[in-house]
């Protein structure tokens, strides 16, 4: 059975710096794409990165040079090393599989999901 | 403001028909990128509904269905339940940003 399990959110200040954990168990994560997806309160979902089954990775504009994603394939988990955030990064962080279709990826399995809250 | 819009809302009876739109442009469905449906209910995680524009997951029931035409998209729910009551979410790539969008979600309401 496949299972997200994300850890490492909380209460961090403006300008701080946090790592997001996701436990990936029924498959694994180096053979398949993986990607963060994250959700203000009350708002729509916004996808944040992705890194691809060969190591690429690629960010959302509003993260870029500020996130990165990583994987630990000993471990089976993924990583989001979120650096200098701001009050707008606040949201649920999710993390997906992402299946990739004919086309581009979509997102098959989702994890709880991890609050951020960047906030003095 | 979403690359991908769809209405904020909308609403049936049980047993009605529902579609929600979702609305592109050249850069992403245009450009014949697929679009991809979730579901989100209260407090969960959202859960895949649709992929490739048109296929079914195991296990979703086939009152839902997905089509794409151009630039836009649409997911009919058919026999509408009072489970169905949920956030909705478009998806899919857009070449200019080189990453993938979501529409801003629409919440539907079963009378």
């Known amino acids: 059975e496949v299972q997200l399990v994300e850890s490492g959110g909380g209460l961090i200040q403006p300008g701080g710096s946090l790592r997001l954990s996701c436990a990936a168990s029924?498959?694994?994560?180096?053979?398949?794409?993986m990607s963060w997806v994250r959700q203000a309160p009350g708002k729509g979902l916004e996808w944040v990165s992705v890194?691809?089954?060969?190591?690429?990775?690629y960010y959302a504009d509003s993260v870029k040079g500020r996130f990165t994603i990583s994987r630990d394939n000993s471990k089976n988990t993924l990583y989001l090393q979120m650096n200098s955030l701001r009050a707008e990064d606040t949201a649920v962080y999710y993390c997906?599989?992402?299946?990739?279709?004919?086309?581009?990826?979509?997102?098959?399995?989702w994890g709880q999901g991890t609050l951020v809250t960047a906030s003095s | 403001q979403s690359v991908l819009t769809q209405p904020p809302s909308v609403s049936g009876a049980p047993g009605q028909r529902v579609t929600i739109s979702c609305t592109g442009s050249?850069?992403?469905?245009?450009?014949?990128?697929?679009v991809h449906w979730y579901q989100q209910l209260p407090g969960t995680a959202p859960k895949l509904l649709i992929h490739?524009?048109?296929n079914r997951p195991s296990g979703v029931p086939d009152r839902f269905s997905g089509s794409k035409s151009g630039t836009s998209a649409s997911l009919a729910i058919t026999g509408l339940r009072a489970e169905d009551e949920a956030d909705y979410y478009c998806?899919?790539?857009?070449?200019?940003?080189?990453?993938?969008?979501f529409g801003g979600g629409t919440k539907l309401t079963v009378l």
């Open positions: 997906a599989r992402a299946q990739l279709g004919i086309s581009h990826y979509y997102f098959d399995y």
């Open positions: 050249s850069s992403n469905l245009g450009a014949g990128y697929d």
């Open positions: 029924g498959f694994t994560v180096s053979s398949n794409y």
């Open positions: 490739g524009n048109n």
């Open positions: 890194i691809y089954s060969g190591g690429a990775t």
């Open positions: 998806q899919s790539y857009d070449s200019s940003l080189s990453g993938s969008v």
